[in-house]
């Protein structure tokens, strides 16, 4: 068998063991079992089982795959082959892994290991000078701490080494926090076989991140997307998960979900970590509504795990649903969306500002030369060049 075979070969023996024993929980499932002996060898079937939530007939089942692939041997407990040790670090992305430090994060995720200080020291400038909020597309940063849990949580649920991740919208920097956690987690990111892909239709932060890529070495490819279009075909099911903070109405909401979807691979378990704000429970309603007809489930709720930067009409913080795939997910988006999708299109307002200085009448408006009342500080008063304002006015359009 030549090289390419072989290599053709080893990546499809999680699949081959999903086929023969038919896991609903999904491919994820049986790597996680591997990689359970990866982090301790000798450990017992009865604990396995317990780890990853599964019958203990299943793990058996799945065991015994893994030991006529040559994978694992069973010895005083499970335990890894020379081939199967091979398979992890090589195929799986585990080579040069600092592995001291990804036990302490699984062990402890919120802790503030010194690592995680390190990583958010190096973070802090880089965050500071990112691009402000474009509110017109719903934009509202996440604070540093908040991208670098989000990071986190990619890790805790296995998704960091070795995956294909995706950023549905990335005004946060989440994959420049996942790229710093990675560089801390290798050292030599040649050795690292994660990819991170963002997706914007903000061309200053495709700008932004790409710099600070080139800078920083990370794995970390930008490309421009207006998700009303659709995906191109070589972007889809090609990605193990991905993050997404979409625009706080319902039809923005939807619509990128769904193109995330359109881009995970197929097959059961694939996370999509959801940031949003906290809705009322009708709004809640329809949102899972959405779910469901996607076939997703929703696997937990962290209720105020994001702090964004003066979001004051989301009081500051929003929760994270992780969701996972189902065998039959699928997305239910025509091909182009031509509806309004962010919440001044939704809800148009034209409001009337006073200069301070000068007394000048100013409209902001979507349909005026001002969109929004940042964007008239910042090119301040067309008179006498006062940058501050006050609201006299406010109608819907």
Not at 302 to 323: H, R, W
Request: charged share 25%.
């Amino acid at each position: 068998m030549n090289n390419v075979n072989k290599n053709e070969a080893a990546r499809n023996y999680l699949n081959q063991i999903n086929e023969n024993v038919s896991v609903e929980e999904g491919i994820k499932a049986i790597e996680n079992i591997l990689l359970n002996v990866y982090f301790k060898e000798g450990i017992s079937n009865k604990e396995l089982a317990r780890n990853n939530v599964l019958p203990i007939p299943i793990v058996t089942a799945i065991k015994k795959e893994f030991i006529k692939c040559g994978l694992l041997l069973q010895d005083s407990g499970v335990r890894l082959t020379p081939k199967g040790k091979d398979y992890i670090e090589g195929e799986l992305g585990f080579n040069g892994l600092n592995q001291n430090l990804y036990n302490k994060l699984l062990l402890d995720p919120w802790k503030e290991w010194e690592e995680i200080l390190e990583i958010k020291k190096l973070l802090s400038e880089i965050f500071v000078n990112r691009p402000p909020a474009d509110v017109t597309i719903d934009q509202s940063k996440c604070t540093l701490d908040t991208a670098v849990r989000r990071a986190i949580l990619c890790l805790k649920h296995s998704e960091l080494i070795g995956k294909k991740i995706l950023c549905v919208g990335d005004d946060d920097l989440v994959s420049v926090a996942l790229g710093f956690l990675l560089k801390k987690l290798f050292g030599d990111m040649s050795l690292c076989k994660t990819k991170i892909h963002v997706m914007d239709i903000d061309k200053r932060i495709l700008v932004y991140i790409s710099n600070v890529t080139k800078e920083e070495g990370l794995p970390i490819n930008c490309e421009y997307k207006d998700f009303r279009q659709p995906l191109p075909k070589d972007s889809k099911a090609q990605f193990d998960c991905f993050f997404t903070d979409p625009p706080y109405t319902l039809q923005g909401m939807n619509l990128f979900l769904s193109r995330g979807v359109e881009a995970l691979k197929s097959g059961s378990g694939h996370p999509i970590f959801l940031s949003y704000a906290h809705k009322s429970p009708n709004f809640d309603l329809d949102m899972q509504k959405n779910f469901m007809k996607k076939n997703l489930v929703v696997s937990e709720i962290l209720n105020t795990f994001n702090t964004y930067e003066g979001a004051g009409i989301i009081g500051n913080i929003g929760q994270m649903i992780i969701l996972k795939t189902t065998s039959t997910s699928k997305t239910s988006m025509e091909t182009f969306h031509t509806g309004p999708i962010y919440t001044g299109e939704l809800n148009k307002t034209l409001r009337s500002y006073s200069c301070k200085e000068c007394g000048e009448i100013i409209k902001v408006g979507i349909l005026e030369k001002f969109k929004t009342i940042e964007e008239l500080k910042g090119k301040g008063c067309s008179k006498c060049q006062s940058q501050t304002f006050q609201l006299i006015e406010k109608n819907r359009v």
